[in-house]
């Protein structure tokens, strides 16, 4: 209790807490929302590869001092389009052509990292420092969370209908095609956000995890996507009160609090009915 108080106090005194507490609730936030039509699409991986792809363009966009968000999207699109074009021009699946993909992304990124020499920085892209967001990382998450919300609530019945039925969004006259690169590209942007708090190993965690929990809850896809934002601001408050307390790693405590979040709900959730089956056992 009196770590709570002293964490309290400390967000009242200092303006790199607020920053960090201000910046883990916006990425929460908007980590939960796309979360959600990633794990109803089945996308769980492709968002592993998206997390993974973006890391070359961090690189590039060190290189060439231009802000990551740009570097980043060009290679996350990019990843998306060539894992679609070898899926379909090809014999293998779908998921065999993501991890052939991403895993030639991820060691590209490492070798521009090492060529720019910022392993310092490499450090931080791969496991996150939430507590040294940058006047500019706060601005840019703000953006990207604006995009996200925006995005969604124009394009919500879309999203709704091609995230359940593509066959018969397509019957509906949607671009099916269209709208996954879109949500690719929002991904994407709400990957290179979530680098500085989480890292690109543990940001597929925050995009999945929270949005698992929420579906454990309901089947309203409405109800989801709030309760998958909740989540995920409470899994980047508490993560970032036992990274300031116990001096951990801002990313790994986060996860582990979305994870643990994630484990209740599997055992107590109406859905999964884990209490009942076990009576129904011991009878």
């Known amino acids: ?33 796309i979360g959600s039509f990633i794990i109803l699409r089945g996308m769980s991986l492709m968002g592993d590869a998206i997390s993974h792809a973006v890391l070359p363009g961090v690189a590039v966009a060190y290189m060439l001092g231009i802000n990551i968000l740009i570097g980043a999207s060009v290679f996350g699109v990019l990843a998306a389009l060539l894992i679609g074009f070898v899926a379909s021009h090809s014999k293998i699946k779908t ?14 990124g490492f070798i521009l990292i090492s060529m720019a020499e910022s392993s310092t920085n490499l450090h931080h892209i791969l496991f996150g420092n939430i507590l040294a967001v940058s006047d500019s990382d706060i601005m840019t998450t703000a953006i990207v969370l604006g995009i996200v919300i925006l995005f969604v609530v124009t394009f919500y019945k879309e999203l709704l209908v091609t995230s359940f039925d593509e066959t018969y969004a397509k019957t509906y006259g949607l671009n099916v095609q269209v709208i996954h690169y879109a949500l690719m590209l929002i991904l994407t942007l709400v990957t290179v956000s ?12 925050m995009l999945i995890t929270p949005a698992a929990t929420a579906f454990l809850w309901t089947d309203k896809l409405g109800i989801m996507l ?34 643990l979040l994630f484990a209740i709900s599997f055992v107590a ?14 009878r």
Not at 98 to 108: D, E, K, Q, R, T
Not at 194 to 205: S, Y
Not at 233 to 259: C, D, E, K, Q, R
Request: hydrophobic share 55%.
């Open 1 to 33: 209790m009196t770590s709570i108080i002293e964490f309290i106090h400390a967000l009242g005194k200092y303006d790199f807490l607020q920053s960090a507490l201000l910046t883990a609730v916006m990425v929460g936030i908007m980590s939960g929302i």
């Open 95 to 108: 998921d065999t052509s993501i991890g052939v993909v991403f895993s030639a992304f991820y060691a590209l």
């Open 194 to 205: 979530a680098l500085q708090t989480v890292g690109i190993i543990l940001v597929v965690a």
């Open 226 to 259: 709030v309760l998958s934002a909740v989540v995920g601001v409470a899994s980047s408050m508490t993560g970032l009160y036992f990274s300031y307390t116990f001096n951990w790693a801002s990313g790994p405590a986060i996860v582990i609090v979305a994870a």
């Open 269 to 282: 959730s109406p859905k999964q009915n884990f209490f009942k089956l076990k009576r129904s056992v011991a």
